[in-house]
């Protein structure tokens, strides 16, 4: 039976070229020179120091000028909020999305069962299984998805016949 999965899944390695390539970028930049600014990734998160909300922007401005350029939708981050980081300086915790989350997935599923096409779909973990009897509705189901979630990067992925 032909179907395919629904997926959250950013390109880590790209992530973290960006992040690096971001690092080099703040060590070079004069607007950044003898400040506390500095970038770090730790799994799936990105840290941002800095002196400034200000800076913390510019920073961000420039993650996301790298993320864009290496292929990775900006749309994979999440910013929290700005904290205090003792002194003068601050920081900010950007979560790198993975997995779609659970009211996401009941989305998901919700409007394909109320599209009466002819096809199935199924959270499994992190992921929406859709399953039907013919491609063109899984088709079908691939451009409704896309017209139901806008905010997030969703990838359709393993399109088996």
């Known amino acids: 039976m032909p179907s395919f999965d629904i997926k959250l899944e950013p390109d880590t390695v790209e992530v973290r070229n960006a992040v690096d390539q971001t690092t080099r970028e703040i060590g070079t930049r004069f607007d950044f020179k003898g400040t506390a600014a500095a970038i770090e990734l730790s ?9 400034a909300d200000f800076q913390l922007q510019q920073i961000m401005d420039v993650l996301r000028n790298k993320l864009t350029k290496r292929g990775v939708d900006v749309r994979f981050l999440d910013p929290g909020s700005v904290d205090k980081a003792g002194g003068d300086k601050v920081k900010q915790n950007v979560t790198v999305r993975s997995g779609i989350p659970t009211e996401v997935g009941k989305k998901i599923q919700q409007a394909i069962k109320g599209s009466k096409l002819k096809v199935q779909a199924a959270l499994q973990g992190e992921t929406v299984r859709v399953t039907g009897a013919k491609r063109d509705d899984l088709q079908s189901a691939i451009a409704l998805v896309k017209q139901t979630v806008d905010d997030l990067p969703l990838s359709f992925d393993n399109f088996r016949d």
């Open 43 to 51: 799994d799936k998160l990105i840290t941002l120091h800095g002196d």
